[in-house]
C-alpha cells in the first residue's frame, strides 16, 4: 500500500471501482485522523402512491415505550431511530391524482396543461451540494414505469411518475434497472465482466485487509461479503423458480436487458443498491419510488389480484392493508441494512435520513400525508419521537417546513422552499 491513502480507500482494476466503507485505523496509511463529527450525512425517500390505509397507520409513546400500528410493525426493532410524523401537509397539492406526486418533494402549485412547469426537488438540491464530495450525485431509482398523457384533473402524467426534479420542466429520469444501478456504483464495465467485480480486486482488498486494525479488518469482510451478496440478489432477479430453495442454488445469468418480475426481490435489489451507495459514500443522496402515484402495480405473491390504485379506494380493506404493509417493511429492510453498518462511533443510519411518503392519507384526502423519518443525520437529529402537527394549525405544520429543517442540517440554508419560510417547530 502507498504511504498515504484516503479512508475512503477506493480498490481499482479492469474497468470497475469498488470504494470501501469508512475505516477506522487510517493512522496505519497515513496522516488523516478520524472524527465521527465529520461523517458524511445522507437523505433518501421512500415514495408509496395512492396513500395509506389510515386505520392501521398510527404510533404514540417515545422511544423504547413506543408503539406502532400494524402498518408500521416491521419498524419495531428500530423504534428508537424513529420520527412518525403525524398531521404535516403539501399545501399546494390539493386534492385528486398527479398534481400530488410531482411537487411532493418541492411544495410547488404545479402547472395545469401541455407545459410542464414545477420547481427543483430538495434531493436535488442536496445533489448539487455533494456532487463534488461523491462519484454520484444521487441515486434515481423506481419500481414502476413512468406513464404519459394527462389526468381528468388535466395536470399531466408526468407529475404522477416522478418526484425527483432537476428543475422546474425536466423531472430526473428514473433508472427502473437494479442491474444498471448497481453497474453505476462500480464502473461501466462492471456488467460485461466474467464473474463477480471483487475478483478483479481481491488482491488489493487483502493487501489493505493485512495493513487493517482488527476492527477493520472485520468491517472489511462484512462489506465485501455485502457487495457480492447484493451482486447475486441482482443476476438471480429475472428466474423465478418454483421451489424457494433452489432459488438459493441456482446461479441465473445477470440480466442485462429487462425488468424483475418479483416485486419483492425488485425492492429489496434497490434497497442494497442505495446501502451500498451510502456505506462507501459514492453517493449521498437517493430517491426510491415504490409505487407512482395511480399506480397499477400489482401483488400476486400477496394473494391479491387487482392493481394497486383500484384497492386505494378501500382502503381499510384487508388487502389495501397488506399493500402498504408492504412497502414499510421494504422501507424498514433498508434502516435495518444501515443500522448494522457501522461508521466510526455510530452507524450509517445514525449519519442518515431515510423519509418514508405518500402524496396521500387516504384515496383523495391530502389534507395530511404520512411520514417517517428515520436515521439521526449525525446526531443533530432527535430520534424515538412521535409528533402530531395537526392542532398546530395549518401554517405550522408544513411539509416544506420539515424540508428546511433538513436542509439546515445537511448544509443548505434557505430563506425559504416551497410554500414555507419557517422551520418545522420542535424537529
Known amino acids: 500500500m502507498k504511504a498515504k491513502i484516503s479512508r475512503r480507500a477506493v480498490l481499482k482494476g479492469l474497468g470497475v471501482s469498488v470504494a470501501l466503507p469508512w475505516l477506522e485505523s ?50 419495531t426493532p428500530h423504534k428508537t431511530k424513529l420520527n412518525v410524523i403525524n398531521g404535516l ?96 456504483l462500480f464502473g461501466k464495465k462492471s456488467g460485461k465482466l466474467q464473474g463477480s467485480i471483487l475478483d478483479h480486486v481481491l488482491e488489493q482488498a487483502n493487501d489493505l485487509r493485512r495493513s487493517a486494525s482488527g476492527s477493520d ?102 388487502e389495501y392493508k397488506k399493500i402498504v404493509k408492504f412497502h414499510v417493511e421494504q422501507y424498514a429492510y433498508l434502516v435495518g441494512r444501515l443500522a448494522a453498518m457501522q461508521e466510526g462511533d455510530r452507524t450509517v443510519l445514525d449519519n442518515s435520513c431515510l423519509l418514508f411518503i405518500s402524496e396521500h392519507w387516504d384515496a383523495h384526502n391530502s389534507n395530511q400525508v404520512p411520514t417517517i423519518l428515520a436515521g439521526g443525520l449525525g446526531g443533530t437529529l432527535q430520534t424515538g419521537r412521535t409528533m402530531d402537527f395537526m392542532p398546530a394549525g395549518n401554517d405550522r405544520r408544513k411539509l416544506c417546513s420539515l424540508y428546511l429543517a433538513l436542509l439546515d442540517r445537511m448544509g443548505i440554508e434557505l430563506r425559504e422552499f416551497g410554500d414555507a419560510t419557517e422551520r418545522l417547530a420542535g424537529i
Not at 395512492?50 to 422511544?63: F, H, N, R, T, V
Not at 400530488?100 to 402549485?109: F, H, M, P, Q, R
Not at 451540494?129 to 402524467?157: N, R, T
Not at 440478489?233 to 421451489?243: F, G, I, N, Y
Request: hydrophobic share 35%; with cysteine; proline share 6%.
Open 89 to 184: 401537509f403539501n399545501r399546494n397539492a390539493g386534492g385528486g391524482h398527479a398534481r400530488c406526486t410531482g411537487n411532493i418533494l418541492s411544495g410547488v402549485a404545479l402547472q395545469r396543461g401541455r407545459i410542464i412547469r414545477g420547481a427543483a426537488s430538495m434531493d436535488q438540491l442536496l445533489a448539487r451540494k455533494f456532487e463534488q464530495e461523491s462519484a454520484v450525485p444521487s441515486l434515481v431509482l423506481g419500481c414502476e414505469h413512468p406513464v404519459s398523457g394527462f389526468h381528468e384533473s388535466q395536470y399531466s402524467m408526468v407529475y404522477a411518475s416522478h418526484i425527483s426534479w432537476q428543475n422546474p420542466d425536466s423531472p430526473v429520469p428514473i433508472e427502473l434497472y437494479p442491474s444498471l444501478a448497481f453497474d453505476g
Open 217 to 318: 479488518q472485520v468491517k472489511i469482510d462484512e462489506y465485501l461479503a455485502s457487495v457480492r451478496e447484493t451482486e447475486q440478489r441482482v443476476k438471480k432477479l429475472r428466474t423465478e423458480p418454483s421451489d424457494a430453495a433452489q432459488t438459493q442454488q441456482r446461479a441465473a445469468q445477470r440480466p442485462a436487458d429487462g425488468l424483475p418480475s418479483n416485486l419483492s426481490e425488485y425492492a429489496k435489489a434497490m434497497c442494497d443498491v442505495i446501502a451500498l451507495a451510502f456505506q462507501t459514500d459514492r453517493t449521498r443522496v437517493a430517491t426510491l419510488l415504490l409505487s407512482r402515484d395511480l399506480s397499477g402495480q400489482t401483488y400476486p405473491f400477496l394473494d391479491i389480484k387487482d392493481d394497486h390504485h383500484s384497492y386505494s379506494h378501500s382502503n381499510t380493506g384487508p
Open 26 to 75: 487510517v493512522r496505519v496509511w497515513g496522516n488523516e485522523t478520524v472524527n465521527p463529527v465529520s461523517a458524511p450525512k445522507r437523505f433518501a425517500c421512500f415514495f408509496q402512491g395512492d396513500g395509506i390505509s389510515p386505520p392501521d397507520w398510527w404510533a404514540k409513546g417515545q422511544g423504547d415505550a413506543m408503539e406502532l400500528g400494524p402498518s408500521l410493525e416491521s419498524l
